[in-house]
């Protein structure tokens, strides 16, 4: 079965830093992949994904990710971050081809806080 | 685009009592709906998947008679947990896919329900 580990649990960073976020997958075959980002107290919203293509996905709110493929990693990225970008980040995987979306796995969480 | 609308957000309920979180599509009809739960500084772990008209499937380790899971209409997924104790406390996810509108898997998430058992 696939896993997804995120490298970090909690990230505190400073208004204008630079944001990298891990995640590495474990799987097999191929996979799609997904951002989430859970701000306080609202639902889950997809902030980028990547199926195939370019390896560079660019996302909403200026954040990208990077799938390295012989690297099973898939990192988050913004150049700078802002106060609004508090927030928990999961990392996804799903099975390419996985129509019923059983095998959707998260990672855990890495929650960041950006202090103004 | 899709909306999934989860309610109530928060419960705090006596140890032994039932509880019931109700999982809305609300411009889409959702066959399928997901039931996540989630414990501290973990991820997301899926309970069940809900099917419109038949019997949930549940992950290994759910209890399906705790965890009671009716998805009657296109637009609606319940989950009662019954006879709810404090480890039952947990954050509450459900999850639809709106098959029609895309070709990204289209999952959207609700809020999220905070359930205490006290």
């Known amino acids: 079965a696939q896993s997804v580990s995120q490298h970090n649990h909690h990230v505190i960073l400073s208004e204008a830093a630079s944001l990298e976020l891990g995640c590495n997958y474990s799987?097999?075959?191929?996979?799609?992949l997904f951002w989430y980002v859970q701000y306080p107290g609202q639902h889950l919203q997809l902030l980028l994904k990547y199926f195939s293509g370019d390896p560079l996905v660019k996302g909403i709110k200026g954040f990208e990710a990077e799938f390295i493929k012989s690297k099973f990693s898939f990192n988050l990225r913004k150049p700078s971050v802002q106060w609004s970008d508090t927030a928990e980040y999961f990392c996804a995987v799903i099975p390419e081809g996985d129509n019923y979306g059983q095998n959707f796995v998260f990672g855990p969480g890495t929650r960041l806080s950006v202090l103004p | 685009g899709a909306v999934v609308s989860q309610h109530p957000s928060r419960v705090i309920c006596k140890s032994g009592t039932s509880v019931k979180i109700e999982c809305r599509s609300l411009d889409f009809q959702a066959t399928t709906m997901f039931w996540y739960r989630q414990f501290p500084k973990q991820s997301l772990m899926l309970m069940a998947t809900s099917n419109e008209g038949s019997k949930a499937t549940y992950e290994q380790g759910v209890e399906k008679d705790k965890f009671l899971i009716n998805h009657a209409s296109l637009t609606l997924s319940t989950l009662t947990v019954a006879s709810a104790h404090p480890e039952d406390s947990s954050f509450y996810i459900c999850s639809a896919r709106d098959f029609a509108g895309s070709n990204n898997y289209g999952y959207t998430f609700g809020s999220g329900t905070r359930l205490t058992v006290v």
């Open positions: 799987y097999g075959g191929t996979v799609n």
